[in-house]
């Protein structure tokens, strides 16, 4: 009897904690519409959608042209609900766009992504960094770093985000912003 009386408190101290940790970084109602999102990746080899086409290339020069200027106006716009929209490959365009889901709350990214090489759903913690580049000012920073989808993305403006690594073989995804 003696041991329980004293492991209860113990117990008790360790529930609290981690329900206190739970509520400071996740914000809930945004966590408990993570699953209603049905993500699927059909490829379609005669769509040519590893081809950036003019839809999108207009949204990436609008975005660009009206870029937001600062890390905390990033992340301040970043919190919400991101759909991927836009996808283009390297130098030989083969795979269809992938199905990408980005959750954004202020300290975790619920990440939903599948392509043809990528099938994974992972919350990270994530950061905008400064970067000194002729191309872009800033870049979205996960820890652990995610896979194909996010790593690339630079460009940030109000309702639309992007990375283009097309011109070094590399992919294009542009996200827009849903909630």
């Known amino acids: 009897m003696m041991s329980l009386r004293?492991?209860?408190?113990?117990i008790l101290v360790l529930c609290i904690f981690f329900a206190s940790?739970?509520?400071?970084?996740?914000?809930?109602?945004?966590?408990d519409n993570f699953g209603e999102h049905d993500c699927q990746f059909e490829q379609n080899d005669g769509d040519e959608d590893g081809l950036i086409d003019e839809e999108e290339r207009g949204l990436m020069e609008e975005?660009?042209?009206?870029s937001l200027k600062s890390i905390s106006s990033i992340e301040d716009n970043l919190i919400g609900e991101w759909e991927l929209i836009g996808h283009g490959e390297g130098w030989v365009p083969t795979v269809s766009q992938p199905c990408g889901y980005l959750i954004f709350t202020k300290d975790v990214l619920?990440?939903?992504?599948?392509?043809a090489y990528t099938d994974t759903v992972m919350s990270v913690s994530w950061e905008i960094e400064e970067i000194n580049s002729p191309?872009?000012?800033f870049s979205l920073k996960t820890n652990p770093q995610t896979s194909e989808g996010?790593?690339?993305l630079n460009i940030f403006c109000e309702d639309y985000m992007f990375g283009n690594a097309?011109?070094?073989d590399g992919n294009m995804y542009l996200y827009k912003k849903v909630k």
């Open 166 to 168: 097309t011109p070094v």
């Open 150 to 152: 996010v790593s690339v």
């Open 6 to 10: 004293f492991s209860f408190p113990y």
């Open 110 to 115: 619920q990440y939903t992504f599948r392509s």
């Open 63 to 66: 975005c660009t042209s009206q």
């Open 135 to 137: 191309n872009f000012n």
């Open 21 to 31: 940790c739970h509520d400071d970084i996740i914000d809930d109602s945004m966590i």
